[in-house]
Structures are given as C-alpha cells and as structure tokens.
C-alpha cells in the first residue's frame, strides 16, 4: 500500500518562508508528475504547481515566491515557499502519480500566514 505523507506546515508571519516535504511509504513503479494543490477554507481545491522531468509549471499567484524540487527517491518532491502572504493561507496536499496515470494523494499539511 502506498501512502504519501506531507510534511513542514505551520503558522508563520507575512514574509517568512516555509519548506514543505512530500514522502512517499511504498512502492511506486516509476513516478511521473508531482504535483502540490492547496484548498483554502471555503474554497476548491487549487493546483498550485508540477514538476515532472525538471519541467515546472506554477499558478500565476505563485510565481516568484514558490519553488518545486523532485527529491529523487525520499522526499518525492519539496515545495519552497519564500514571501508567504495571507491568501497563501491553505492546507497543502502533495500528488504524486505514477508514469502509468495512478494518482496517490497525501492528508495534507496545514499553512498559515498571519499579517
């Protein structure tokens, strides 16, 4: 059974940075795209970037402030957040898929941003 675990969620203040960790217990038979969403109170479920084979792709309120890292083996992936702001307030969840197309999802780590 596969579990992915997210990791390094907390409380900071406006402008402090956070690093996140994505682990992966079990076996995936080659990864493909990892990706981290977040889901802000009242609101769906946001992508917030991907990474797969060094290419990464961020959601436009993002850019600059975030940076996904593939881990290789463990951690699957890091999420560096710089420049934290309130609306990046969310819990994080990591998603890392297989090169078949089986997504495998973690709970989720909480991260708040407080002005």
């Known amino acids: 059974q596969v579990r992915v675990l997210e990791s390094g969620g907390g409380l900071v203040q406006v402008g402090e940075s956070l690093k996140l960790s994505c682990v992966v217990n079990?076996?995936?038979?080659?990864?493909?795209?990892v990706a981290w969403y977040r889901q802000a109170p009242g609101k769906q479920r946001e992508l917030v970037t991907t990474t797969s084979s060094g290419v990464t792709q961020y959601t436009d309120s993002v850019k600059g402030r975030f940076t996904i890292s593939e881990g290789g083996a463990n951690p699957a992936a890091f999420l560096q957040m710089n420049n934290l702001k309130p609306e990046d307030t969310a819990v994080y969840y990591c998603?890392?898929?297989?090169?078949?197309?089986?997504?495998?999802w973690g709970q989720g780590t909480q991260v708040t941003v407080s002005s």
């Open positions: 998603n890392v898929n297989s090169r078949s197309g089986t997504p495998y």
């Open positions: 079990g076996r995936i038979m080659g990864i493909g795209t």
